[in-house]
């Protein structure tokens, strides 16, 4: 992982797809999840980088592009058995959200490359409202965080 305030892309071309470690913020982490590659007067292109944590951006709806953010199984099931529900519903209320879980907010930041390549970067910053789950996910999920394979 690297500290807040370094480059969360590791990536030498604008192409490339691989996993980079993520960026520690005080409050969580900063995974980059897609570079969106500018074409100048057409349509951009998007390259969704390969990570653990996170699914892949469900980019063909009906109606155009969704890039929605969402946990893998895998770490839904790990914050759940930790933090709770990611949300209850009593009776015909609306959903009441877990305030221990979790947000999950888009971040980009510009990038040009040495081959003249224009891009947007862009990340996932999963913020903790609490400094001991974020700990405890640190920990647990510190290969994945890396940019290290899962075992």
Do not use: K, Y
């Not at 995974?31 to 292109?45: I, Q, T, Y």
């Amino acid at each position: 992982m690297s500290a807040e305030g370094d480059s969360p892309c590791g990536h030498a071309e604008p192409t490339a797809v691989h996993t980079v470690p993520a960026l520690q913020l005080a409050a969580g982490f900063r995974v980059l999840v897609m570079r969106e590659l500018a074409s100048g007067d057409g349509p951009s292109a998007f390259a969704v980088i390969d990570q653990a944590l996170l699914r892949p951006p469900p980019r063909q709806i009906r109606h155009g592009l969704a890039f929605a953010l969402a946990f893998r199984p895998q770490v839904m099931d790990w914050l759940a058995a930790r933090l709770g529900r990611p949300g209850t519903r009593a009776g015909a209320a609306p959903a009441i959200r877990n305030p221990h879980w979790p947000r999950l907010a888009w971040h980009q930041c510009g990038r040009d490359w040495a081959d003249g390549t224009r891009s947007t970067e862009w990340s996932a910053d999963i913020l903790f409202p609490d400094a001991g789950a974020r700990a405890a996910f640190g920990l647990h999920f510190q290969t994945l965080l890396a940019g290290q394979p899962p075992a």
